[in-house]
């Protein structure tokens, strides 16, 4: 996804510190007040610690960690800032803790720190003093062990075996050593210069007590001190290395051009010593002289200086016989000598640390920072071949530990302003965006904005209301005082500017080109609103990979004091010089943040007592859509501070929202069938408290996908290559969940199917099988997909289309068998052994819970093929849907953790009580409910419950009343059946409604063991056909209700007479409508009954507009006989609808516009019968058009974009004809009435019958009882004017209804019309 790339920390100054680590080396180093730890090798940023951590309050003081000290064996890192000191440690799991801290005197700051073995020196203004580490309280504390009064030690550092400390001091010349047990004094060592850094050298060949010093001058002049025989811890001069001693008298005179002339460096003799055995236990040329000279370094043990010459070159030394004693014998002379320009500069300092290879060495240089891995055979033998750059950091630059404000970027994002507080400077994004370039940089400004990729910069200044453009030369402009700046794209060689000022006008700047970049004022105006905008923010170019957005490219998003956002883009054609391309009603009020990307998705955050509301608005607003994708709140404790916006290549939207310490990427995701997961998610978090405690002060998207987040003063740079096997890059990562599908994924077969396009599914599952097979017989492969032609999924496929007929080569041979291999045929065969293999490799990058419905769409696609005649098209698609039912709650139950991608967000998988009222609707329009109630039946092992009526919807979409008596006495059974018990009270209920008294009664009979026996074997007894018994029923039923046994209370009502009181029982107590409806249908015998009546009108349709569910209210409408409306709903608002109705509808929910069925089931009802029609001909051609965009886009947010071409270049908007015929003379003929029907629109001509469900009036007869021969006359259609497109609907409607009549008029026989010969 995002990985941190490159950090930008600030280079080091002074020293460099290290911690050698079992299997890495860190170094150290202050910058501003943080400590930064990278690791030497690769110079990757391992950890940055704040100063402010310890001591909070020094977080807005403007100081700067002055020393820094490691204790390597506690793995103790101390820093020191003004009198403060601070200490942290690298615990077991690799985290960094605090781990103390110490605070001197007020004006006794800190100058040097050293640390060692639990004991602390410390060097401060007044003198040195060491600490001893305690443990107090359970707590680690510094007990300090006694202080001295001594010249300002500059550097102080304990000896190996820590008896003595030597310091330094800016003051004099002179190294002293101090008892680090009394803090007396013991030796002053004087120097001829100023010493500028001693090092204690430590050897396992000499004896543990005999220290030994190594001083530098500042004339780069290394001094060995060692102790002498009779005063063995008296240091004395040994020998000296200056640069004359090391080389040639004329090679060092050449040196003398360079300013610095050398730096010399002790190379740490058991980490060389080390690395050279590793080398000669692997190296295999024992004879060559680079193993020879190894072997020669190893068995002497000289000790080895390294020395940095101006011209680039690198000189080696060494010196025998340190070790000897007595240490008479030290000789010096020059190792090795590299050709010049090894180095590109001379360092300040150089360093040799081990490498987690232990045949190479790293050589760390500053500054700038620089690492090498040094190979010892070519290194030591003096080859430049020796050194490999690994990486190198960047030279030091005024102001670079300054804190950053904020963060500035060019429209394309290929550059970037870094301001800082005090000036800043300007980055270009290189290298694909996975590094960035230092440029420009300016001192002080109130508003900046780079241009041209990094190139150009133009700052304001508040103060003279001058625009200053850094170009060459300067080009400036006086404008009016603004509030707001930056940079927008422009058709022209650079990119505009655009200001804001106070009064909401805007300043609109062109930079000409010609000759020189020049700044010229274009116009300065209002935007053209009724009342001034609350705010107006820029608009975030995120389509980069786009240059034709250009033409039509949103440069501000103002948002008005009702939460209105209106898109502008600069227009010279219009009279404001700006044009509003879209709006969006959001309501939402007193937002605290907004902002806007190119591609009209706009975010905004309000401020809740609660917390903080953040939406995601599409400005693609209508009666089908209200723009509002996505909602989320967040706690009190996850502040809100930046929003910012990007996209991927194919323009799929990426959200990042910024917290304090981590910021949330969200990206868009598919809508599907199979999971309920929000519009939008977090697909990835950035969270860098795992490199520093700094909060995030800014964060903003660059080109290609970079992402760089600020903290106090430094940079950190994320791109999207994937360091670990099982992540992908971000972009790829969007466009699977949310870009077009493959043709094989489970989303786009199942709307294939539904849609009727069987064949092509079929031809994907053969396609399928074949790629399959190729990685099962060889796992070696990867899984290639061919994409089929998006033609085929423009064909017109139906449901009905015929299997292909069987070929004969004689005429009584037996039918030819398909010549071609089984495998390229779909089959029985073919789709067991694919969903074999599936189940053995499934395919990459789908769930668990698409892997399962993909096994199930394939063995529907199937069952499908061999029952092509029995199933109609409704019918296969409540199977479809019925099917995946049942498995998807399968995999719940047996595995209920959800299945997660890689570093994202958890796909979630729910269990699910019932189908979805549109499945249901499926199968209530289906013509084939016997064999969908056998299927179902099938589905619930052959005994279905109420429960499982209920989930299936059954007593909801069964029409006949026959088959829901005959199968409410099946669940009636089952119920009674499905306890070991054989408990009567479970089935009273359902065999009260079939009238089956008696059958109860028998039941209870067998019941000895219920503790109710008695009584209902008595009470079932009596006549309930009586008023007396219907009575006492209805009391039993009252007391039921009291002891809460409702469902018994429903059966007593039922058994008293009173479907009424049972069916609310049903609605108020136990909320299951379907149960209501069930019993109602049964009891009254039909589909009209006044209960069910009541049901409908008080219960389903509100519940339906409630929840804003179109199915359920369609079905409703239907079951009303008001079909009209049946249609309606399925495109009309809710609201138009309920003020359509004489029911009173309370409560309207969100529309739900987001299943493209909904279209699907509109095409089939528009013109089924009179009454759709005329509900068809309600609906404007105008919302139409836009239901069908709505439904399209559905289709592109599930991925199914070929669907979506598919349902706009087909669909048909059918309406009747609105041209009435003149009457003809035509002669009398017995096909009269299929010539009446031929004046129906040509859409209906194709129907074999439109259903008649309305009263019609009949006119008066307008055909001749015999006519007469004679010349047929040409028909002539009557002109009709134009009308608006609601009244020529209703005037379609009214010849539709007139032909219908027609059509229904039974013509008059008359002999003459046959004309016999």
Request: charged fraction near 20%.
């Amino acid at each position: 996804m995002l990985d941190l790339l490159k950090t930008f920390t600030g280079s080091p100054v002074g020293a460099l510190h290290q911690l050698v680590l079992p299997h890495v080396t860190l170094i150290l180093y202050p910058s501003a007040d943080t400590v930064v730890i990278l690791d030497a090798s690769t110079l990757d940023l391992v950890r940055v610690l704040t100063f402010g951590e310890i001591y909070p309050g020094t977080q807005h003081l403007n100081q700067t960690i002055s020393c820094v000290a490691v204790d390597s064996a506690m793995k103790v890192i101390v820093a020191s800032m003004d009198t403060h000191i601070a200490a942290w440690l690298l615990s077991g799991n690799n985290t960094w803790r605090i781990h103390s801290s110490i605070s001197l005197q007020d004006s006794d700051s800190v100058t040097t720190l050293d640390c060692r073995s639990g004991l602390l020196s410390v060097g401060s203004k007044n003198g040195l003093s060491v600490y001893t580490l305690i443990l107090e309280n359970d707590l680690l504390t510094w007990s300090k062990k006694w202080e001295a009064r001594v010249a300002t030690p500059s550097l102080a550092k304990f000896a190996p075996t820590l008896a003595f400390i030597a310091t330094i001091s800016h003051h004099d010349d002179l190294v002293r050593l101090y008892s680090t047990t009394s803090g007396r004094l013991v030796q002053d060592i004087p120097h001829p210069r100023p010493v500028t850094d001693l090092m204690w050298r430590f050897s396992q060949a000499s004896r543990s007590g005999d220290p030994a010093l190594y001083t530098i001058t500042s004339d780069s002049t290394l001094r060995i001190f060692l102790p002498v025989i009779d005063a063995p811890h008296r240091l004395q001069l040994h020998a000296s290395l200056d640069l004359f001693s090391s080389l040639p008298f004329l090679t060092a005179a050449k040196l003398g051009s360079h300013s610095r002339k050398s730096t010399v460096m002790w190379l740490d003799k058991e980490v060389v010593r080390r690395t050279i055995k590793a080398v000669l236990a692997s190296a295999t040329e024992d004879a060559s002289l680079q193993v020879e000279r190894l072997r020669e370094i190893d068995e002497e043990g000289w000790d080895l200086f390294i020395r940095a010459l101006g011209d680039g070159s690198m000189l080696v030394s060494a010196v025998a016989n340190i070790d000897r004693r007595p240490p008479t014998l030290i000789r010096q002379f020059a190792l090795s000598h590299t050709s010049s320009n090894v180095l590109s500069q001379l360092p300040s300092h150089l360093y040799l640390f081990p490498h987690p290879n232990v045949t190479s060495l790293i050589m760390v240089t500053s500054a700038p920072l620089t690492t090498f891995e040094v190979s010892p055979l070519a290194f030591f033998d003096g080859q430049s071949t020796g050194l490999y750059l690994n990486a190198k950091g960047l030279d030091r630059f005024p102001h670079e530990e300054s804190k950053i404000r904020r963060l500035v970027r060019t429209p394309a994002g290929r550059g970037v302003a870094v301001v800082r507080v005090d000036g800043g400077e300007v980055w270009r994004v290189i290298e694909g965006g996975s590094q960035l370039a230092r440029g420009r940089r300016w001192s002080n400004a109130d508003h900046v904005v780079v241009l041209d990729g990094g190139k150009l910069l133009a700052t304001y200044s508040s103060e003279t209301s001058v625009l200053t453009l850094h170009s060459e030369p300067i080009s400036t402009l006086t404008i009016p005082s603004i509030t707001d700046l930056f940079s927008a794209p422009s058709k022209t060689a650079h990119e505009c500017i655009v200001g804001l000022t106070s009064d909401s006008s805007i300043v609109y700047i062109y930079i000409e080109s010609k000759p020189n970049p020049t700044l010229r004022l274009h116009s300065k105006n209002n935007l053209p609103l009724a009342q001034p905008p609350k705010v107006i923010i820029p608009v975030d170019p995120m389509s980069w990979s786009r240059d034709s957005s250009l033409e039509e490219h949103d440069t501000l998003l103002s948002i008005s004091d009702d939460g209105e956002l209106s898109f502008w883009i600069a227009d010279d054609g219009t009279p404001s010089g700006w044009r509003c391309t879209g709006k969006v009603k959001t309501g939402r009020k007193k937002f605290a943040l907004a902002s806007c990307s190119s591609a009209k998705k706009s975010v905004l955050v309000v401020q809740l007592p609660d917390g903080q509301e953040l939406t995601i608005w599409d400005s693609k607003e209508s009666e089908f859509a209200s723009g509002l994708e996505h909602r989320r709140i967040f706690s009190t404790s996850e502040h809100i501070n930046d929003l910012d916006w990007t996209s991927t290549p194919d323009n799929q939207s990426i959200l990042a929202v910024g917290f304090t310490h981590h910021v949330e990427l969200l990206c868009q995701q598919r809508k599907t069938y199979f999971d309920d997961d929000p519009a939008w998610a977090i697909c990835w978090k950035v969270d860098i408290r795992n490199y520093i405690s700094y909060p995030i002060r800014d964060s903003i998207w660059l080109a290609n996908g970079s992402f760089l987040i600020a903290g106090g003063h430094q940079l950190f740079l994320f791109g999207q290559t994937a360091l670990q096997k099982d992540q992908e890059p971000l972009f790829q990562y969007v466009a699977r969940h949310n870009g077009p599908l493959e043709d094989y994924h489970p989303q786009m077969l199942l709307q294939c199917l539904l849609w009727g396009k069987v064949e092509l599914v079929k031809q994907i599952i053969v396609a399928l099988s074949l790629a399959v097979r190729a990685i099962y017989e060889d796992p070696t492969q990867d899984f290639h997909w061919n994409a089929f032609p998006v033609e085929q999924y423009l064909r017109g496929q139906y449901m009905t289309s015929n299997k292909p007929s069987k070929r004969y080569n004689f005429l009584f041979s037996t039918p030819q068998e398909n010549s071609l291999p089984d495998e390229t045929v779909f089959s029985r065969h073919m789709v067991e052994t694919l969903i074999e293999q599936l189940e053995t490799r499934p395919l990459p990058h789908l769930t668990p819970n698409e892997h399962a419905c993909l096994l199930v769409l394939i063995q529907t696609t199937l069952e499908i093929e061999e029952q092509r005649r029995a199933l109609d098209a409704n019918g296969l698609r409540y199977v479809i849907s019925m099917r995946s039912f049942y498995i998807l709650n399968r995999r719940v139950t047996s595995d209920p953790s959800s299945p997660r991608s890689n570093g994202a967000i958890p796909r979630s998988t729910g269990w699910r009580e019932r189908l979805r009222y549109r499945d249901m609707v499926w199968a209530f329009h289906s013509e084939s409910q016997g064999l969908l109630l056998s299927t179902s039946t099938a589905a619930c092992s052959g005994r279905m419950l109420w429960s499982d009526a209920r989930a299936l919807g059954v007593f909801i979409w069964l029409n006949s009343v026959e088959s829901l008596r005959a199968h409410m006495e099946v669940i009636a059974r089952n119920e009674y059946m499905a306890g070991d018990n054989r408990d009567p009270t479970a089935c009273s209920l359902f065999y009260f409604a079939l009238g089956k008294v008696k059958l109860v009664h028998g039941l209870w009979k067998q019941a000895a063991w219920h503790k109710e026996q008695a009584i209902m074997l008595k009470f079932l007894a009596n006549d309930f056909t009586q008023p007396k018994q219907k009575t006492a029923a209805l009391k039993n039923a009252y007391a039921l209700l009291g002891k809460q046994r409702f469902e018994y209370a429903a059966a007593f009502f039922l058994l008293g007479g009173s479907l009424k009181d049972a069916v609310h029982v049903c609605l108020r107590h136990l909320s299951d409508f379907q149960l209501a409806i069930a019993l109602a249908r049964v009891v009254e015998g039909s589909s009209d009954g006044p209960v069910l009546r009541d049901i409908l009108h008080n219960t389903v349709i509100p519940t339906a507009f409630r929840e804003g569910n179109r199915w359920l209210g369609s079905w409703a409408f239907w079951m009303l006989n008001r079909r009209d409306f049946a249609v309606r709903i399925l495109v009309t608002p809710l609201r138009d609808i309920a003020d359509a109705l004489d029911i009173q509808v309370i409560e309207i929910g969100e529309p739900h516009y987001d299943d493209p069925s909904l279209a699907l089931l509109f095409s089939q009802l528009r013109s089924k019968t009179l009454q759709t029609a005329r509900g068809t001909s309600e609906i404007s051609g105008r919302s139409e058009f836009n239901f069908v965009l709505q439904i399209a886009r559905v289709f592109c947010k599930m991925g199914c974009h070929a669907l979506a071409l598919d349902l706009v270049r087909s669909w048909s908007f059918e309406r009747p004809s609105i041209s009435v015929p003149a009457p003809t003379e035509h002669p009398p003929t017995p096909y009269a009435t299929l010539r009446r029907s031929l004046a129906l629109d040509p859409k209906l001509r194709r129907r074999s019958s439109i259903m008649i469900d309305m009263d019609i009036a009949s006119p008066a007869p307008t055909r001749k009882v015999s006519p007469e021969r004679s010349l047929v006359r040409a028909p002539t259609q009557e002109t009709i004017k134009e009308e608006g497109d609601l009244l020529a609907r209703k005037a379609g409607l009214g010849s539709l209804l007139k032909s219908a009549k027609q059509d229904v008029r039974v013509p008059e026989f008359n002999m003459d019309s046959f004309s016999f010969v």
